[in-house]
C-alpha cells in the first residue's frame, strides 16, 4: 500500500548544481552550518529549550510547537542519501532551524526552516511527478519525496536515523535487571518510553498536514493533537488523537458592534452533532481521496464521540480525528500539569501503564478494558490519598485560577490554573519504589463495589451508579470515564494488584538470584491472574501470587541456605 499514493518530488534543478555540490561546498553551506549545529550544541539548546518550556503554560508549548509544524516539511528520502548535500540544497530555501531522520517504510526527513517563506520558496521548486498507468492527485502538500539523480556514492556517512518504535518487553526487562533499586528501574523506564522531542515534533507536523487538507474547507480552523501525544504521559508508538478545532472561527465571528453589521450566509444542520458528523464526513473522504500517506481512512460517525480513523503511513501514526471535542483537550492541559508538579508521578505513570499492559489490564482495542486515561486518574487519585498529599485536588487547582483562566466548556466549569508558580505543594519524600508498592496495595483493597474515584475532591464518594468501576470524569461530572469495565476486568485488576504488591515485597530475595527478574521486572512476568481462568479463581482470589512463583523464592532460599553453609564448611577445613 505504500506505493498506492503519489507524492510531489523534490528534484535537483540541474545538473550544473550537482556537480557544483560534488566538487565542494557552496558558500550556502555557511548559512546551514549557522542554523545546524554540532551535536554537542544541539544537546545543549535542546536541554534549555527543554527547561524553557517547563516553565510555560501548557498552551503556549502547543502553540509554539504548532507554529514549528508550519514552517515544516516531511521529505522521503533514498536509503543513502548524502546528508551534507540534502541540506546544503535545501539551506538555498532559507534557514534551516532543525532536522531529523528516522525510519517509516523507509527513510524521512522532518527538515523545520525559520519563516514560512522558505516553505513558499521550496514548494516553488517542487514539481508534480509524472505518473505511469496512472494519474496524479495535483495537492501540493507539505509531504514531499526526494529524487536523486544518478548513483549515489557508499563512502559518505549515512545520517542518524532516529527511533520511533517503542522497545519489547523482553527488552525492556533486559534494561532495567542491570539497574541496582528500583527507584532507578522506574527512572530507566520513562526515560526508555516517553515520546522523544523528535517523535512530538513528527505528531505536530502530521497534525499540520492534515490541516492543509481541512483548511480548503475551513481555511481559519486549527488541527491539534490531544492525549497522549501532549499530556506528559504518552510513550513511543501510541495513536494519534486530533481535534479538529473550529471554535476560534465562532469565537472570531462574534464581533460586537453598534449600528450596521454584516453576517456569513451559512448552511444549518438539525443538531450540532449533526454538523459534526456532516464536517467529518468530508474531511475523511477529502483525506481518503487527496491526503498524501493516509491509508485505511474510516468514518466512524455514530461512535458517541463522531471520528475519522486512517493510518499515515509516512510517519508510522494511528490516527483518530474528532471535531470540536474541547472537554478532552482540557483534560490533557489537566494531566499535563500534573505530571509537571512532580517528577515521580510521570515515573509511577509510566510504571503502572506498563505493568498494566504487560499484563493485558489495559489493551488497543475498545472493549471492557480499562483505559490508559482512567489508570492515569487513577494514579492522580493515589497520590492526593498520600500524607502528606503530592497533588492538589482539581477543586484547589480552580481555587487557584485567575481571571484569564476562566473556562466553560457546554455548561461544564473547566477552569484550572495554568500557572504552575502559583501552586504550593506539600513536603512529601516518598521513594517511588514505596509508592509502586503502595499504590498496588492502595487499589489490590479498595472498596470498588460501594465507592468511586474523585480527583475534584480528592476522596472517596459513593458509586452513583452500579457500574463495576465508578472514576468521576474530571470535568463532566456526571460522566463515568470507566463505564466500559466490567467485573471481570475488574477482578483481574484487583487480584494483580496484590500479587505484584506482594512479589514486590520479595525483591531481596529474588535479587540473590542472577537468573531471575526482581523489582519491577519481576512484576513483568506472566501472572496467575492472566488469561480466562479469572473465574475459576474467584474463591481464592485473596491468595497473593501463584504457587509457581512461591516455589522459585522456596528453591531461592534453599539456595541461598546451601551457599551458606557451604562457606562455613569451607571455613572450618581452613
Given amino acids: 500500500m505504500a506505493a498506492s499514493f503519489s507524492v510531489c518530488r523534490l528534484r535537483f534543478r540541474a545538473l550544473g548544481g550537482i556537480d557544483k555540490l560534488c566538487l565542494g561546498l557552496e558558500p550556502q553551506t555557511q548559512v ?44 522521503s528520502c533514498p536509503p543513502k542519501i548524502n546528508e551534507n548535500k540534502f541540506l546544503d540544497y535545501l539551506s538555498k530555501h532559507g534557514t534551516i532551524n532543525k532536522h531529523f531522520f528516522y525510519n517509516s517504510y523507509g527513510a524521512y526527513a522532518v527538515v523545520e526552516f525559520s519563516s514560512r517563506e522558505s516553505i513558499a520558496s521550496l514548494k516553488e521548486s517542487t514539481n508534480i511527478p509524472a505518473v505511469e498507468h496512472e494519474a496524479a492527485v495535483p495537492f501540493k502538500s507539505r509531504l514531499l519525496s526526494l529524487k536523486w539523480p544518478g548513483s549515489q556514492s557508499s563512502n559518505h556517512p549515512m545520517p542518524k ?49 492534515l490541516r492543509d487538507i481541512a483548511g480548503a474547507y475551513f481555511p481559519e480552523c486549527v488541527i491539534r ?62 483525506v481518503d481521496q487527496f491526503g498524501p500517506g493516509c ?44 505530571g509537571q508538579l512532580d517528577p515521580r508521578v510521570r515515573h509511577l505513570v509510566f510504571s503502572v501503564r506498563c505493568w498494566a499492559r504487560a499484563h493485558s489490564i489495559t489493551s488497543s482495542i475498545p472493549g471492557a478494558w480499562i483505559t490508559n486515561f482512567s489508570l492515569t486518574v487513577m494514579v492522580v487519585f493515589f497520590l492526593q490519598q498520600r500524607n502528606p498529599p503530592i497533588l492538589p485536588t482539581l477543586d484547589r487547582l480552580k481555587e487557584l485560577a485567575g481571571p484569564s483562566d476562566k473556562c466553560v466548556i457546554e455548561g461544564n466549569d473547566c477552569t484550572i490554573v495554568s500557572d504552575l508558580s502559583k501552586i504550593t505543594l506539600q513536603q512529601n519524600t516518598d521513594t517511588l519504589e514505596k509508592l509502586l508498592q503502595e499504590f498496588l496495595e492502595f487499589y489490590g483493597n479498595f472498596p470498588f463495589n460501594k465507592a468511586s474515584i474523585n480527583i475534584r475532591k480528592g476522596k472517596e464518594q459513593s458509586k452513583p451508579e452500579t457500574t463495576a468501576l465508578y472514576i468521576q470524569n474530571p470535568f463532566e461530572t456526571t460522566l463515568n470515564i470507566s463505564k466500559n469495565v466490567n467485573a471481570t476486568q475488574l477482578e483481574r485488576f484487583v487480584a494483580l494488584c496484590r500479587e505484584s504488591a506482594w512479589l514486590l515485597q520479595q525483591k531481596e530475595i529474588l535479587k ?11 512484576l513483568l512476568l506472566p501472572s496467575v491472574t492472566s488469561g480466562a481462568g479469572v473465574k475459576s479463581r474467584r474463591k481464592r482470589k485473596l491468595e497473593p501470587a501463584s504457587s509457581r512463583i512461591k516455589n522459585l523464592l522456596d528453591s531461592l532460599k534453599i539456595k541461598g541456605g546451601e551457599t551458606v553453609a557451604k562457606k562455613g564448611s569451607a571455613n572450618t577445613r581452613r
Avoid at 40 to 59: G, L, M, P, V
Avoid at 512 to 522: E, V, Y
Fill in 32 to 75: 546551514r552550518f549557522t542554523s545546524t549545529t554540532s551535536a554537542i550544541k544541539a544537546q545543549t539548546k535542546n536541554k534549555t529549550a527543554k527547561a524553557a518550556k517547563e516553565s510555560k503554560t501548557f498552551q503556549v508549548i502547543q502553540e509554539e510547537r504548532r507554529e514549528e509544524a508550519e514552517r515544516s516539511v516531511l521529505i
Fill in 161 to 209: 536515523l532516529k527511533e520511533q518504535s517503542p522497545p519489547s518487553i523482553n527488552e525492556i526487562t533486559q534494561l532495567l535487571s542491570e539497574k541496582d533499586t528500583i527507584d532507578e528501574q522506574l527512572h530507566c523506564l520513562t526515560e526508555t518510553l516517553q515520546l522523544t522531542e523528535e517523535n512530538i515534533s513528527l505528531r505536530f507536523l502530521v497534525c499540520s498536514l
Fill in 225 to 286: 493533537p490531544f492525549g497522549s501525544s501532549v499530556n506528559s504521559f504518552g510513550k513511543l508508538g501510541c495513536d494519534v488523537d486530533m481535534i479538529l478545532d473550529l471554535d476560534g472561527i465562532y469565537a472570531t465571528s462574534q464581533k460586537k458592534g453598534s449600528g450596521l453589521s454584516l453576517e456569513y450566509q451559512v448552511k444549518r444542520g438539525a443538531s450540532e452533532r449533526a454538523v459534526t458528523q456532516s464536517i467529518l464526513s468530508v474531511i475523511g473522504k477529502c
Fill in 295 to 338: 491509508v485505511g481512512v474510516q468514518n466512524i460517525l455514530q461512535a458517541r464521540c463522531p471520528l475519522v480513523r486512517f493510518a499515515h503511513q509516512p510517519s508510522g501514526f494511528q490516527c483518530d480525528l474528532t471535531a470540536n471535542n474541547r472537554v478532552a483537550m482540557k483534560s490533557s492541559e489537566l494531566l499535563f500539569l500534573y
Fill in 512 to 522: 540473590q538470584s542472577s537468573d531471575s527478574p526482581w523489582g519491577f521486572t519481576a
